[in-house]
């Protein structure tokens, strides 16, 4: 069965870091391109960033460039969000999601949504 479990959330300050983690199990991993998502309330999901299966390629929102950090550890079976800098705008439910490619195709397979990890940016 197919699974991602996000981590790593918590409340920060802002300028603030924090790096979520997105471990994988149930299936070939490193196949996939990963992506990282965001709900804030009251909003749409949007997408943060993404990584291709051999994580030679990744994508960021305009948001978040040069800030946060995408990678992932095949033999972990992990993908990781550095997040640095942070700002109140950044508060969100972060979620991670399989792609239905080795890429960042922006189609994501339905039943690889985790449950989210809370991000909160606040003095």
């Known amino acids: 069965q197919l699974q991602l479990v996000e981590s790593g959330g918590g409340l920060v300050q802002p300028g603030g870091s924090l790096r979520l983690s997105c471990a994988a199990s149930?299936?070939?991993?490193?196949?996939?391109?990963i992506g990282w998502f965001r709900q804030a309330p009251g909003k749409e999901r949007e997408g943060v960033s993404c990584?291709?299966?051999?994580?030679?390629?990744?994508n960021y929102a305009d948001s978040v460039k040069g800030r946060f950090t995408i990678s992932r550890d095949n033999a972990k079976k992990t993908v990781y969000l550095q997040m640095n800098s942070l700002k109140p705008e950044d508060t969100a439910v972060y979620y991670c999601?399989?792609?239905?490619?080795?890429?960042?195709?922006?189609?994501?397979?339905?039943?690889?949504w985790g449950q989210g990890t809370q991000v909160t940016v606040s003095s």
């Open positions: 999601a399989a792609d239905i490619s080795p890429y960042c195709s922006g189609h994501q397979r339905g039943d690889s």
């Open positions: 149930g299936f070939t991993f490193d196949y996939y391109g």
């Open positions: 990584i291709s299966s051999s994580g030679d390629s990744t």
